[in-house]
T-cell receptor, first 114, second 112 residues
């Protein structure tokens, strides 16, 4: 099973709202990622968690707050977003133990900020 | 440091004809290379991967790619295109430990 699930599929929020994106995998992967993807562009890395610890933060604004409650779950908390934050948010996971480096992606959450 | 160049932003083929999507990479050490496909409003699906084993790599849905170190290329091919192959394709290189470098993508258009 190489499935990564993400909820919700679509989210519309105002600039003053607080919402969360959720990601789950049951492949035993110990690295999980958040990416942001704008239309007709490749994904841009936002955060990397390795063994439930934040290992990479690509200078993402503080209105995005990641959380990794356990090895299977990854959340992205959103607060006071801007319209330019509207994008497809992708979660991915991989085995960080040197066996291979491919990442498995979820279907994404389409976020619209109004 | 590594980088990826996808030589075509769009490729148009007719159904039943061969597909060639071109990718060149740059890496300071032996890379892992991947091709991902993304259908509209979907996530990325791994098509195939090269990790220093056989240089000709077979993937899902009839796709394959050949790693050519002398040419620093990793082109994606398929003998016969299907309408369902229409999508965005990303060539990706891994720098090891968690980080992927994406090409800008090639949109494959398939006409009947």
């Amino acid at each position: 099973d190489t499935e990564v699930t993400q909820t919700p599929k679509h989210l519309v929020m105002g600039m003053t709202n607080k919402k969360s994106l959720k990601c789950e995998q049951h492949m035993g992967h110990r690295a999980m990622y958040w990416y942001k993807q704008k239309a007709k562009k490749p994904p841009e890395l936002m955060f990397v968690y390795s063994y439930e610890k934040l290992s990479i933060n690509e200078s993402v604004p503080s209105r995005f707050s990641p959380e990794c409650p356990n090895s299977s779950l990854l959340n992205l908390h959103l607060h006071a977003l801007q319209p330019e934050d509207s994008a497809l948010y992708l979660c991915a996971s991989s085995a960080p133990d040197g066996r291979s480096y491919e990442q498995y992606f979820g279907p994404g959450t389409r976020l619209t900020v109004t | 440091a590594q980088s990826v160049t996808q030589l075509d932003s769009h490729v148009s083929v007719s159904e039943g004809t061969p597909v060639l999507l071109r990718c060149n990479y740059s890496s300071s050490y032996s890379p892992s290379l991947f091709w991902y496909v993304q259908h509209p409003n979907k996530g990325l699906q791994l098509l195939l991967k090269y990790t220093s084993a056989a240089t000709l790599v077979k993937g899902i849905n009839g796709f394959e790619a050949e790693f050519k170190k002398s040419e620093t290329s990793f082109h994606l091919t398929k003998p016969s295109a299907h309408m369902s192959d229409a999508a965005e394709y990303f060539c990706v290189v891994s720098g090891g430990y968690s980080t992927l470098t994406f090409g800008k993508g090639t949109m494959l258009l398939v006409s009947p």
